[in-house]
């Protein structure tokens, strides 16, 4: 990878295929569940939901932040790649026997005893994980993601067709089980077929990149536990059909927020290593955080403002208990999918440490306010709203940070955040009050989708006039939109 930093169309044209990567998975994510939503039941969801928060959670010690240490790299030598390979063969490997050996217990603590087979049959994933090609790295340190989306995309493809096969076939959970295992196998194929570099065994850079990549490890432990907090105090106290009603409000919200967002932070990532002291990329940065919330909040607060017919539409009657959840749970993603840009730009700019701690304060805040909501009988929706509120907290407390090492003023971030998300609730009051034209779920969804949209542009546009016309991402995107109606 060249040095220097990224011009700003190379990291337009990186962005814009990473969203697209992003979309075209989680399309075929989206089209697997609305189907399989119909084929299995919500308890067939909850079983393997509970299955996955154990999973999820022996998994987040897998992320050692090498491959964000060898972004950080200007051009690292092979032997910073073989190392890195060797410590994610050993750690997968070790995972997967611990997964292993905690199926049995994990099914006693969830009180679910079809969950310990299927930890058992997850653990094969680990393997097949630590075996995927560590030169994949290049395809981010080039801005190569279209060869990323090639690789993924077929490996969710062909685990769609053999789940939803599965799923006619069994009508089980044991459907999306395969589907997964496979869809780690194909994956791990692709990455040698698709990049040349061949990795050996070595450990001679350990020292160098261990210590970078265990603050980052510790920060991203610390935000897959977050988002597995309200789960698993829900699997705690509510039956499988309640947990798979809030595991699928999670997993949708999460589609249309956080992995969008994620998708982004692999090119701020890159974009912020590489584009000098930290300290001298505040207006960039805010640049970013405004471009992020505009996105979070219309799919977060518009996901929450048309969440019944959505449900009816996209999964069926049978999931209505889900519609309520939505709301809190959509909204509490879209602010935490913000947060995670501050925390991967903290790691980029070489605050990994300052941006581990921060991570764990939001997680040990979650895990207290929703311990003592359910300790005194709270709801699943209860514990929803106080996620909700813990999210917006922790963020604020981000933007604190973020402005602390990056030395920008505090009001500059608050003010990049807060008008798409004061336009995205106008939004949010518009369309619930609007009154029901039609039986028809699915014209009702497409009708208020719609208005939403050109409601939400109109506040982001009004806002930003408001203010004084500010350089900012409103800026930037109509600069972005004129330059394409001129091309075409």
């Given at each position: 990878?060249?040095?220097?930093?990224?011009?700003?169309?190379?990291?337009?044209?990186?962005?814009?295929?990473?969203?697209?990567?992003?979309?075209?998975?989680?399309?075929?994510?989206?089209?697997?569940?609305?189907?399989?939503?119909?084929?299995?039941?919500?308890?067939?969801?909850?079983?393997?939901?509970?299955?996955?928060?154990?999973?999820?959670?022996?998994?987040?010690?897998?992320?050692?932040?090498?491959?964000?240490?060898?972004?950080?790299?200007?051009?690292?030598?092979?032997?910073?790649?073989?190392?890195?390979?060797?410590?994610?063969?050993?750690?997968?490997?070790?995972?997967?026997?611990?997964?292993?050996?905690?199926?049995?217990?994990?099914?006693?603590?969830?009180?679910e005893p079809r969950v310990e087979p299927v930890v058992y049959a997850l653990s094969l994933r680990f393997v097949?994980?630590?075996?995927?090609?560590?030169?994949?790295?290049?395809?981010?340190?080039?801005?190569?993601?279209?060869?990323?989306?090639?690789?993924?995309?077929?490996?969710?493809?062909?685990?769609?067709?053999?789940?939803?096969?599965?799923?006619?076939?069994?009508?089980?959970?044991?459907?999306?089980?395969?589907?997964?295992?496979?869809?780690?196998?194909?994956?791990?194929?692709?990455?040698?077929?698709?990049?040349?570099?061949?990795?050996?065994?070595?450990?001679?850079?350990?020292?160098?990149?261990?210590?970078?990549?265990?603050?980052?490890?510790?920060?991203?432990?610390?935000?897959?536990?977050?988002?597995?907090?309200?789960?698993?105090?829900?699997?705690?106290?509510?039956?499988?059909?309640?947990?798979?009603?809030?595991?699928?409000?999670?997993?949708?919200?999460?589609?249309?927020?956080?992995?969008?967002?994620?998708?982004?932070?692999?090119?701020?990532?890159?974009?912020?290593?590489?584009?000098?002291?930290?300290?001298?990329?505040?207006?960039?940065?805010?640049?970013?955080?405004?471009?992020?919330?505009?996105?979070?909040?219309?799919?977060?607060?518009?996901?929450?403002?048309?969440?019944?017919?959505?449900?009816?539409?996209?999964?069926?009657?049978?999931?209505?208990?889900?519609?309520?959840?939505?709301?809190?749970?959509?909204?509490?993603?879209?602010?935490?999918?913000?947060?995670?840009?501050?925390?991967?730009?903290?790691?980029?700019?070489?605050?990994?440490?300052?941006?581990?701690?921060?991570?764990?304060?939001?997680?040990?805040?979650?895990?207290?306010?929703?311990?003592?909501?359910?300790?005194?009988?709270?709801?699943?929706?209860?514990?929803?709203?106080?996620?909700?509120?813990?999210?917006?907290?922790?963020?604020?407390?981000?933007?604190?940070?973020?402005?602390?090492?990056?030395?920008?003023?505090?009001?500059?971030?608050?003010?990049?955040?807060?008008?798409?998300?004061?336009?995205?609730t106008a939004m949010y009051f518009c369309v619930r009050a609007l009154p029901a034209l039609t039986p028809s779920?699915?014209?009702?969804?497409?009708?208020?989708?719609?208005?939403?949209?050109?409601?939400?542009?109109?506040?982001?546009?009004?806002?930003?006039?408001?203010?004084?016309?500010?350089?900012?991402?409103?800026?930037?995107?109509?600069?972005?939109?004129?330059?394409?109606?001129?091309?075409?």
């Amino acid at each position: 990878m060249s040095s220097g930093s990224p011009s700003k169309g190379s990291v337009y044209r990186g962005a814009a295929i990473a969203v697209a990567l992003t979309w075209v998975l989680r399309a075929i994510g989206l089209v697997s569940v609305f189907i399989l939503a119909r084929l299995l039941t919500p308890a067939d969801f909850g079983v393997v939901g509970l299955a996955m928060t154990a999973v999820a959670l022996v998994e987040t010690f897998s992320y050692l932040g090498m491959k964000q240490a060898l972004l950080r790299m200007e051009e690292p030598e092979r032997d910073y790649y073989d190392t890195a390979f060797t410590i994610q063969l050993i750690m997968f490997s070790a995972l997967g026997l611990l997964l292993f050996a905690i199926a049995a217990p994990a099914a006693d603590f969830f009180r679910e005893p079809r969950v310990e087979p299927v930890v058992y049959a997850l653990s094969l994933r680990f393997v097949m994980l630590g075996l995927v090609n560590i030169g994949v790295v290049e395809f981010e340190r080039d801005f190569a993601f279209a060869q990323d989306l090639k690789m993924k995309a077929t490996a969710r493809i062909v685990s769609f067709f053999v789940t939803v096969a599965l799923a006619l076939w069994l009508r089980s959970y044991w459907a999306l089980v395969v589907g997964m295992i496979v869809q780690s196998l194909i994956l791990t194929v692709l990455s040698y077929t698709m990049q040349p570099f061949r990795p050996r065994l070595s450990l001679v850079r350990r020292a160098e990149l261990l210590g970078v990549s265990l603050w980052i490890f510790a920060g991203v432990v610390a935000q897959v536990f977050y988002g597995q907090v309200e789960r698993i105090v829900v699997g705690r106290t509510a039956d499988t059909g309640t947990v798979g009603a809030f595991s699928v409000s999670k997993d949708v919200s999460n589609i249309l927020t956080q992995e969008i967002a994620m998708a982004l932070n692999r090119v701020t990532f890159v974009t912020t290593a590489r584009s000098g002291a930290f300290d001298t990329q505040g207006e960039r940065i805010a640049l970013s955080l405004g471009a992020y919330s505009m996105i979070t909040a219309s799919m977060g607060l518009g996901l929450a403002a048309v969440a019944e017919h959505f449900i009816r539409v996209f999964l069926g009657g049978q999931w209505g208990s889900a519609v309520p959840l939505v709301a809190p749970i959509a909204i509490g993603t879209a602010l935490m999918a913000v947060f995670r840009l501050i925390a991967s730009s903290l790691q980029a700019g070489g605050h990994e440490k300052s941006s581990a701690l921060l991570c764990l304060a939001g997680l040990a805040g979650l895990a207290a306010a929703v311990g003592i909501v359910a300790q005194f009988g709270g709801t699943p929706l209860d514990i929803a709203h106080t996620g909700l509120i813990v999210s917006a907290m922790t963020l604020f407390a981000g933007l604190v940070v973020l402005a602390h090492f990056s030395r920008y003023r505090l009001s500059g971030f608050l003010v990049a955040v807060a008008r798409p998300y004061l336009a995205a609730t106008a939004m949010y009051f518009c369309v619930r009050a609007l009154p029901a034209l039609t039986p028809s779920p699915l014209v009702e969804l497409l009708w208020r989708a719609a208005l939403g949209a050109a409601i939400y542009f109109s506040a982001v546009m009004l806002l930003w006039l408001l203010s004084g016309r500010p350089q900012s991402s409103e800026a930037e995107m109509l600069r972005v939109a004129r330059r394409l109606l001129a091309r075409f």
